[in-house]
């Protein structure tokens, strides 16, 4: 058992109780890019009006595109995160099992999912040198 101020046990069970609950961020997402899509934006046909509408509007360089285009990418990072996660607790039949290799495998799963949002990872715990866990016998 874990010891509450140093460990935290994860279940395979958590795990697929946590990749549902990160799915149900999909309605939410889907239901902004409708209402996205219905703004009709009418500045006026002036130099200054099209300039205001093409910047905020729906033109392809437009604010709402690109708000757009990142909640797709944020769509598509929350499906790409619940399936990994879904997947380490597929692989794993005990917490103890899991426990030991979890920290590489969200790792791993979260190198998947950073390209969609275009950021990084975040560094691998296992880099630091002065880690126990990091032996040299990977």
Do not use: C, W
């Amino acid at each position: 058992m874990a010891d509450d101020d140093k460990e935290i046990q994860v279940s395979p069970e958590m795990l697929r109780t946590f990749a549902k609950n990160i799915r149900e961020l999909h309605p939410n997402i889907t239901t902004a890019r409708g209402e996205l899509a219905k703004v009709n934006l009418r500045a006026g046909n002036f130099p200054g009006g099209t300039s205001f509408a093409k910047l905020v509007g729906l033109d392809p360089s437009g604010r709402a595109t690109k708000y757009d285009q990142t909640l797709g990418h944020l769509y598509t990072a929350i499906e790409q995160l619940a399936t990994g996660i879904e997947t380490i607790a597929n692989n794993y039949t005990t917490t103890e099992e899991m426990n030991k290799h979890l920290n590489e495998d969200l790792g791993n799963v979260m190198a998947l999912v950073a390209p969609t949002l275009g950021t990084s990872a975040p560094p691998n715990s296992n880099s630091n040198p002065n880690s126990d866990s990091n032996n040299g016998n990977q």
